[in-house]
């Protein structure tokens, strides 16, 4: 009898112990939020801005943590195989959406690995050369790669990365031969346009706006139905005589499978206050960034929908998954 005594009020501590960590307020420890590229890219700057926001509103940590590599795989696997207790988060982006077409096996369920929370930000991309560049147009650099293919190179965020997919599109619809030069991420590609590495890159307009602005590169074309307010001077790819190249770049937020819905909605909350702070939005105005805010229903179908975008692309571009 007292054996069974022992074991019933051992059960009952458990429980209450169970019961007590579920009401737990969240978060009420440091949130981190891995980023699966090496900093300096857009998808980093989204990470760092949303952080900061999250960390204010909460009185928690929330703190960004790079897992370059494979195409962003790593990182992505490391939060998709993470507890899903809300305290390991993914920013994830349009290279999201096309590794189903890059890699034949991946480490995690893609479709259903990830709980989507929210978008961050919407981006246009902008096409840049070096300063020492003889380009000035987006036609003349079209023109002379049409009539010496194989001269040319661009710079990417690595293989498989919206960068290269971005490049490879832009061939497709110039009827260019150019060459991939991968880099470790966007940030590291920039430096290779700057240094003359190689003759172009087409990114995330916060990568590009700052190094634009501080007249270490020179911007040729930008995607959307305007140009920025940013970029004046900057002209569309349809005002430059690409009309069919366009092309957006998503920021999101998402978290390991089992994420208990209480936490993805609170976070979700906190994200959407984040995103209408003016101080923020007037930061990312300034990058041509476009706040985010979706729910988690409507982003786990928006992925979906890249996804199949994306496929195309990658098939268009003759692009073989490894």
């Known amino acids: 009898m007292t054996c069974l005594k022992t074991i019933a009020i051992a059960a009952c501590l458990g429980f209450a112990q169970l019961l007590a960590t579920a009401q737990t307020p969240w978060p009420d420890k440091p949130v981190r939020i891995v980023v699966p590229y090496a900093p300096g890219g857009t998808t980093d700057y989204a990470a760092r801005q949303i952080a900061q926001k999250l960390t204010e509103q909460t009185k928690q940590s929330f703190y960004v943590e790079n897992k370059a590599g494979a195409s962003g795989t790593i990182g992505t696997d490391l939060v998709a195989k993470a507890a899903p207790d809300g305290y390991t988060l993914l920013t994830n982006d349009t290279t999201y959406a096309m590794l189903p077409s890059l890699f034949a096996k991946l480490p995690w369920d893609h479709v259903n690995g990830l709980v989507p929370v929210t978008t961050i930000a919407q981006t246009p991309v902008v096409l840049v050369v070096g300063n020492a560049s003889p380009f000035k147009t987006l036609a003349e650099l079209v023109a002379y790669a049409q009539k010496n293919p194989g ?4 710079g990417s965020g690595g293989a498989g990365s919206s960068t290269h997919l971005s490049a490879e599109l832009l061939k497709k619809e110039g009827k260019l031969f150019i060459t991939h030069i991968p880099y470790k991420g966007a940030g ?11 003759d172009l890159l087409i990114t ?23 140009r920025l307010t940013s970029l004046p001077d900057v002209p569309t790819f349809a005002e430059a005589g690409l009309r069919g190249y366009t092309i957006t770049n998503w920021f999101g937020l998402a978290a390991p499978k089992g994420t208990p819905a ?9 994200m959407k206050k984040a995103l209408a702070d003016p101080a923020l939005r007037e930061r990312f105005a300034q990058q041509g960034a476009q706040p985010g805010g979706m729910s988690p229903a409507d982003f786990a179908a928006f992925i979906r929908h890249e996804t199949v975008i994306w496929g195309g692309v990658a098939k268009l571009a003759s692009v073989k998954p490894e």
Do not use: C, Y
Request: no cysteine.
């Open 262 to 270: 209480a936490i993805v909605d609170k976070l979700q909350s906190e």
């Open 151 to 154: 001269k040319l190179n661009f």
């Open 188 to 198: 590291d590609a920039m430096l290779g346009v700057m240094s003359g590495q190689v």
């Open 204 to 226: 995330a307009s916060p990568t590009a706006i700052p190094q634009i602005k501080g007249g270490k590169v020179r911007a040729l074309a930008v995607t959307g139905d305007k």
